[in-house]
């Protein structure tokens, strides 16, 4: 599997890069849950003077940010976003930047057939995205077995690990756009648009409380509370989340046979 083994390679400084940045970060923030939990009643009294809008927009809920899962899930909300733009810049690159640098002739006209070409560079993806998720549950569960009260891995790994399916999500929408656009100029700027205007229509449906508006939301398939309640993933969501996932990399495959047929 030459091409798999060249995008691991190509791939690998800028995974080393993201993957050390989001485990110190998430490591950082969980460092800091021992000196927040002594100053549990200062903090109460400050989110209680914030607006119960401002507060649903950014998933905080009183009775749970306080212990050590809430006050992860509230972290890793942050950490989604990185993931997110890590994961459609990967999607985005994929084909995209053969076709941008119009390499894609070459890359074709090998005696490969284009679904294996796919095939190979998605799978590839698929592992980095895997292994970041495991650097940082790996990261979470070390800090729980130190500061946790209650050592719930179980809880800790549904939460952490949900961030794998998302990603999935986004590299397939960002493999089908760079496939569908001739051109795709900026890959980075790209994704951060597409996956910022995802979360900020996730603080927004958080916030009206439409269950229909929760479809239409990623963020919010995996929320972070109902895990804590549930110990279990919403399989409504995660079906859907699987779907669209299988359905965009069907389209991706779809859409690369095309434009080989059109090329000639």
Do not use: C
Not at 123 to 144: D, G, I, V
Not at 228 to 252: K, N, V, W
């Amino acid at each position: 599997m030459p091409l798999f083994r060249s995008t691991l390679k190509t791939e690998k400084k800028a995974f080393l890069i993201w993957a050390v940045s989001l485990t110190v970060t998430l490591l950082l923030f969980l460092f800091m849950y021992p000196s927040i939990l002594k100053e549990k009643e200062a903090y109460e009294k400050i989110l209680a003077v914030y607006p119960k809008e401002i507060l649903e927009a950014f998933a905080i809920e009183l009775d749970t940010l306080l212990s050590f899962h809430g006050y992860l899930g509230y972290v890793y909300g942050y950490i989604l976003l990185a993931l997110g733009i890590y994961s459609m810049r990967l999607g985005l690159t994929a084909i995209g930047k053969e076709m941008s640098r119009n390499t894609s002739e070459f890359l074709f006209t090998k005696p490969v057939k284009r679904s294996r070409v796919l095939l190979e560079k998605s799978l590839a993806a698929f592992l980095l995205m895997f292994f970041l998720t495991l650097s940082l549950l790996l990261a979470a569960l070390f800090m729980e077995y130190l500061y946790a009260e209650k050592k719930e891995p179980g809880i800790t790994s549904l939460i952490l690990f949900s961030a794998f399916f998302l990603q999935l999500l986004f590299y397939s929408l960002g493999l089908l756009m760079g496939i569908m656009k001739r051109k795709v100029r900026f890959f980075s700027s790209s994704a951060i648009g597409v996956v910022s205007s995802f979360y900020i229509l996730s603080m927004i449906s958080q916030v009206l409380q439409k269950d229909y508006l929760r479809f239409f939301a990623p963020f919010r398939y995996f929320d972070v509370s109902e895990i804590m309640r549930s110990s279990s993933y919403d399989i409504e969501l995660l079906l859907l989340s699987l779907g669209l996932t299988s359905l965009l990399l069907l389209l991706s495959f779809a859409a690369l046979k095309r434009k080989a047929l059109s090329a000639g």
